[in-house]
């Protein structure tokens, strides 16, 4: 399509049907959560009547475990492993059922908030929001989202101002020279729901190189707004801006061939760090029609992200001796537009919704500066999605849907990707669901035009990462729906697998595996105590190309066995609560570059179990003090090779709200 289309819904800047954001209820009455992500209606759908995997964690409990980086409570999520190198700031990866960190698809507020660039998001600059939630659904979802979701759909929602009115303040400071402070406030005021929020974070850190001394410390801030206008009971517009910036102190390996610490992150000279700025918008019109049986919508959004980084003046040197310039950047721009027409018919007990939307899609990367020869002119790909969906439900006990989507791209085959999915609920608590599906990921533009001077060449033939995919899982209600236990069961193929690091990227043949099997259960107990328990076990064999050949083994920064458990106490007529968090990481693989050919090398990290605990205290009936131990047992353990992490580290401060 023209441009003058493009700029058209660049101006009316979108979100797809899913990130519909009015007052949504927090559970569908009877205590399930309900879930949006999982159709491209923007209907509120019970947990319990989708056929995915699907894991809600709630304002409260973001509150309860005091998260403060978003990404610590994605730890707690069946099929999820984290890695974040080094301190606060530092780059975070989510990885899903044990797909790559650029597979799984990050909404936040219904924007597609993956850096253009990178092609994936990073969590180290994402500061948890007061009053958020998460739907984390699991599995191919690229049949409603098109490229990207392999793995999954992470969807982060801030609350509207119905949900949670009022002024709230957070303010805290602890170790590591560690301030944090937040500050929200929303409400209704006629026709017009209002949510403003804003975060910082800042600590001096601590030194992440293995015997260093350099603090590695960082600065983030955030800032957010949503807005709902409804001038009539038909007519919704939504709008939605979002800021965030990141300054982190950075450490290099050391890449003197011959030091004894070659390969090791070493201290680099003080002024190595990078900046992280992002900016994200929407606005969303939809009108109802029918008694809001039909509702149709029109969206845009943007995405606009851009990195620079401070480092050595030489790359692949010793840092010893050398000035800090600006050693790279980058900047990437997302403009999407969506059309999205939902129809529901049918009588009580049997529920149809036929869901069509439109997608287009226009992103634009360029290296802004490149000491190692990189390509700087600026590049484009549009993509265009029209999605089909179909979801029918009999006597709120019965769900089965199905959707179907085809993309059209201007760098890469056309696609065509699909899902299938159904839930049933028998008398006794129990419940079957499954899930089937596939999935597409386009290659970055790191991947395709990136270069740093003979030691990685960009590949422009590269094909999209296919998947395909199906689960099956039952769960079992105890005690009139208090506790839940589940299992589910999941088995993944993906093709085109591309293989990078240093050399050129290629398409790997054959296939590559990942299964594996999740377990949750849910406890809501008498006297204010809560349980929440999660594993996976993982089996996710990776080739790649190490210095002994062929490696063919678990896939690196994915362990066979993560588990989780969350115990809080929070008795109704008691102004003290508490939790207890314990998180357990089995060992994994990682890549390092100790070889003097920089060919990698296999290395294997040891497990880690960590545990932390707050407590809160209600002074009266707007002031709260808290605090709480983060790794309590003081362990010493690495996420990432030859990145230390923190040690004990204690926060405390107090919480204000109107």
Request: proline share 4%.
């Given at each position: 399509?023209t441009?003058?289309?493009?700029?058209l819904?660049?101006?009316?800047a979108?979100?797809?049907?899913?990130?519909?954001?009015?007052t949504?209820?927090?559970?569908?009455?009877?205590g399930?959560?309900?879930v949006?992500t999982?159709?491209?209606s923007?209907?509120a759908?019970?947990?319990?009547?989708?056929?995915?995997?699907?894991?809600?964690?709630d304002?409260?409990?973001?509150?309860?475990?005091?998260?403060?980086?978003l990404?610590?409570?994605?730890?707690?999520?069946?099929?999820?492993a984290?890695s974040?190198?080094?301190?606060?700031?530092?780059?975070?990866?989510?990885?899903?059922?044990?797909?790559?960190?650029?597979?799984?698809?990050?909404?936040?507020?219904?924007?597609?908030?993956?850096?253009?660039y990178?092609?994936?998001?990073?969590?180290?600059?994402?500061?948890?929001?007061?009053?958020?939630?998460?739907?984390v659904?699991?599995?191919?979802?690229?049949?409603?989202?098109?490229?990207?979701?392999?793995?999954?759909?992470?969807?982060?929602?801030?609350?509207?101002g119905?949900?949670?009115?009022?002024?709230r303040?957070?303010?805290?400071?602890g170790?590591m020279?560690?301030?944090?402070?937040?500050?929200?406030f929303?409400?209704?005021?006629?026709?017009l729901?209002?949510?403003?929020?804003?975060?910082?974070?800042?600590?001096?850190?601590?030194?992440?190189?293995?015997?260093g001394?350099?603090?590695?410390?960082?600065?983030?801030?955030?800032?957010?707004?949503?807005?709902?206008?409804t001038?009539?009971?038909?007519?919704?517009?939504?709008a939605?801006?979002?800021?965030?910036?990141?300054n982190?102190?950075?450490?290099?390996?050391?890449?003197?061939?011959?030091?004894?610490t070659?390969?090791?992150?070493?201290?680099?000279?003080?002024?190595?760090?990078?900046?992280?700025?992002?900016?994200?918008?929407?606005?969303?019109?939809q009108?109802d029609?029918?008694?809001g049986?039909?509702?149709?919508?029109?969206?845009?959004?943007?995405?606009?992200?851009?990195?620079?980084?401070?480092?050595?003046?030489?790359?692949?040197a010793?840092?010893?001796?050398?000035?800090?310039?600006?050693?790279?950047?980058?900047h990437?721009?997302?403009?999407?537009?969506?059309?999205?027409?939902?129809?529901r018919?049918g009588?009580d007990?049997?529920?149809?919704?036929?869901?069509?939307?439109?997608?287009?899609?226009?992103?634009?990367?360029?290296?802004t500066?490149?000491?190692?020869?990189?390509?700087?002119?600026?590049?484009?790909?549009?993509?265009y999605?029209?999605v089909?969906?179909?979801?029918v439900?009999?006597?709120?006990?019965?769900?089965?849907?199905?959707?179907?989507?085809?993309d059209?791209n201007?760098?890469?085959?056309?696609?065509?990707?699909?899902?299938?999915?159904?839930?049933?609920?028998?008398?006794?608590g129990?419940?079957?669901?499954?899930?089937?599906?596939?999935?597409?990921?386009?290659?970055?533009?790191?991947?395709?035009?990136?270069?740093?001077?003979?030691?990685?060449t960009g590949?422009?033939?590269?094909?999209p990462e296919?998947?395909?995919?199906?689960?099956a899982?039952?769960?079992?209600?105890?005690?009139?729906?208090?506790?839940?236990?589940?299992?589910?069961?999941?088995?993944n193929?993906?093709k085109?697998?591309?293989?990078?690091?240093?050399?050129?990227?290629?398409?790997?043949?054959?296939?590559?595996?990942?299964?594996?099997?999740?377990?949750?259960?849910?406890?809501?107990?008498?006297?204010?105590?809560?349980?929440?328990?999660?594993y996976?076990?993982?089996?996710?064999?990776?080739?790649?190309?190490?210095v002994?050949?062929?490696?063919?083994?678990?896939?690196?920064?994915?362990?066979?066995?993560?588990?989780?458990?969350?115990?809080?106490?929070?008795?109704?007529?008691?102004?003290?609560?508490?939790?207890?968090?314990?998180r357990?990481?089995?060992?994994?693989?990682?890549l390092?570059f100790?070889?003097p050919?920089?060919?990698?090398v296999?290395?294997?990290?040891?497990?880690?179990?960590?545990?932390?605990a707050?407590?809160?205290?209600?002074?009266?009936?707007?002031v709260?003090?808290?605090?709480?131990?983060?790794?309590?047992?003081d362990?010493?353990?690495?996420?990432?090779?030859?990145?230390?992490?923190?040690?004990?580290?204690?926060y405390?401060?107090?919480k204000?709200?109107?």
């Amino acid at each position: 399509m023209t441009k003058t289309f493009i700029s058209l819904f660049a101006l009316i800047a979108a979100t797809p049907a899913l990130a519909q954001t009015s007052t949504l209820p927090a559970d569908n009455g009877d205590g399930e959560p309900i879930v949006v992500t999982a159709s491209r209606s923007g209907d509120a759908i019970p947990a319990d009547l989708v056929g995915a995997s699907v894991t809600v964690i709630d304002a409260q409990e973001i509150e309860d475990r005091q998260t403060r980086i978003l990404s610590d409570v994605l730890r707690d999520v069946p099929g999820v492993a984290v890695s974040r190198i080094g301190a606060v700031g530092g780059q975070t990866q989510i990885r899903v059922r044990g797909s790559e960190s650029n597979h799984t698809l990050v909404l936040i507020d219904g924007i597609k908030a993956s850096d253009p660039y990178y092609g994936e998001f990073d969590f180290g600059t994402l500061i948890a929001d007061e009053n958020a939630r998460i739907e984390v659904l699991r599995g191919q979802q690229s049949a409603l989202y098109g490229s990207d979701a392999i793995g999954g759909v992470i969807n982060y929602i801030t609350l509207t101002g119905a949900e949670a009115p009022g002024l709230r303040l957070r303010a805290e400071a602890g170790s590591m020279g560690s301030l944090n402070a937040a500050a929200r406030f929303a409400g209704v005021s006629g026709n017009l729901d209002y949510a403003l929020s804003s975060s910082f974070v800042r600590t001096d850190g601590y030194p992440t190189a293995p015997g260093g001394t350099r603090d590695i410390g960082a600065t983030s801030e955030g800032a957010s707004f949503k807005a709902i206008w409804t001038p009539t009971e038909a007519f919704h517009l939504t709008a939605v801006g979002r800021y965030s910036y990141t300054n982190a102190d950075t450490n290099d390996a050391d890449a003197d061939s011959n030091s004894p610490t070659f390969g090791l992150t070493v201290d680099t000279p003080d002024g190595a760090h990078y900046r992280n700025r992002a900016l994200y918008g929407l606005i969303r019109a939809q009108y109802d029609l029918l008694d809001g049986r039909w509702t149709n919508a029109v969206s845009g959004q943007i995405t606009d992200a851009k990195r620079t980084a401070f480092d050595i003046a030489i790359p692949f040197a010793s840092p010893a001796g050398q000035s800090i310039v600006r050693a790279y950047g980058d900047h990437g721009r997302r403009l999407k537009g969506s059309f999205e027409s939902a129809f529901r018919f049918g009588t009580d007990r049997i529920k149809h919704r036929v869901t069509f939307a439109f997608d287009a899609e226009r992103e634009s990367e360029r290296n802004t500066i490149s000491l190692f020869g990189a390509d700087l002119r600026k590049h484009h790909t549009t993509n265009y999605g029209l999605v089909g969906q179909y979801d029918v439900s009999v006597d709120d006990r019965l769900a089965l849907g199905g959707s179907i989507r085809h993309d059209y791209n201007s760098r890469f085959a056309d696609t065509t990707t699909y899902r299938a999915q159904g839930s049933y609920k028998l008398d006794e608590g129990t419940r079957f669901h499954a899930a089937a599906g596939s999935g597409v990921k386009a290659p970055t533009f790191s991947d395709l035009f990136d270069f740093f001077g003979g030691f990685f060449t960009g590949n422009p033939d590269l094909k999209p990462e296919t998947s395909h995919g199906w689960e099956a899982g039952i769960e079992q209600s105890f005690a009139t729906d208090h506790i839940t236990i589940g299992a589910t069961w999941f088995d993944n193929r993906l093709k085109n697998v591309i293989s990078g690091g240093f050399g050129t990227p290629v398409n790997l043949p054959g296939t590559s595996k990942q299964r594996g099997v999740e377990v949750s259960a849910t406890g809501r107990l008498g006297g204010g105590w809560q349980v929440d328990l999660a594993y996976t076990y993982l089996h996710a064999p990776q080739q790649q190309f190490v210095v002994s050949g062929l490696f063919d083994g678990q896939a690196v920064r994915r362990a066979k066995n993560i588990a989780s458990a969350n115990l809080t106490w929070a008795p109704a007529d008691q102004p003290f609560s508490g939790t207890v968090t314990i998180r357990y990481n089995g060992a994994q693989n990682d890549l390092a570059f100790t070889d003097p050919s920089f060919t990698p090398v296999i290395v294997r990290l040891r497990s880690f179990t960590l545990v932390n605990a707050n407590a809160t205290y209600k002074l009266n009936a707007h002031v709260d003090l808290f605090a709480r131990v983060e790794n309590l047992l003081d362990r010493r353990y690495q996420e990432v090779f030859s990145f230390a992490t923190p040690c004990r580290a204690g926060y405390g401060g107090v919480k204000v709200r109107f």
